[in-house]
């Protein structure tokens, strides 16, 4: 009985001692990155004329989040540090570029950037477009004149 047992805590014993773990198993990461989400615009369709409101949002821990880059293509709109990250608000007159939309594709890139420096990119594609293109996509224009 006294050989079982001594074999046992040479077994465990070794086992503690020789075995190796990798540094990054001790260490366990509790920080959870915050869920960042476009919730306007909601359409990707606008008519011509129109004003794109971007508002984006933080679902969990916004304070880890330093500050979100807007860019219409590669055009830069603006930086906001505070959550509801918002540009065009409606009633205002900040952000231009995104005012009196004209006709075309056009992609928004948010550049979300955490206290930490990393970063993560969030994308929306949208039209915009005559409310009127459909009827007159030939450039025929009909005239009805009644015989006489």
């Not at 369709?45 to 880890?64: E, H, M, P, R």
């Not at 880059?69 to 995104?98: A, M």
Request: proline share 5%; hydrophobic share 40%; with cysteine.
């Amino acid at each position: 009985m006294k050989k079982i047992f001594f074999f046992l805590q040479i077994v465990i014993t070794s086992s503690f001692v020789f075995g190796k773990v990798a540094p990054e198993a001790l260490f366990w990461n509790t920080s959870i990155y915050p869920i960042v989400h476009i919730i306007a615009p909601s359409k990707n369709y606008f008519k011509t004329g129109d004003d794109v409101y971007v508002k984006l949002i933080v679902s969990n821990n916004a304070s880890y989040v330093s500050y979100v880059d807007l860019f219409l293509g590669k055009q830069f709109i603006g930086r906001d540090n505070s959550s509801p990250y918002e540009w065009c608000k409606p009633n205002s007159t900040s952000h231009v570029q995104l005012r009196n939309m004209t006709s075309g594709k056009y992609s928004i890139s948010a550049v979300v950037k955490y206290v930490d420096s990393k970063k993560k990119v969030l994308s929306r594609k949208f039209k915009v477009k005559s409310p009127y293109a459909a009827a007159n996509q030939y450039g025929v224009c009909m005239t009805y004149f009644p015989h006489m």
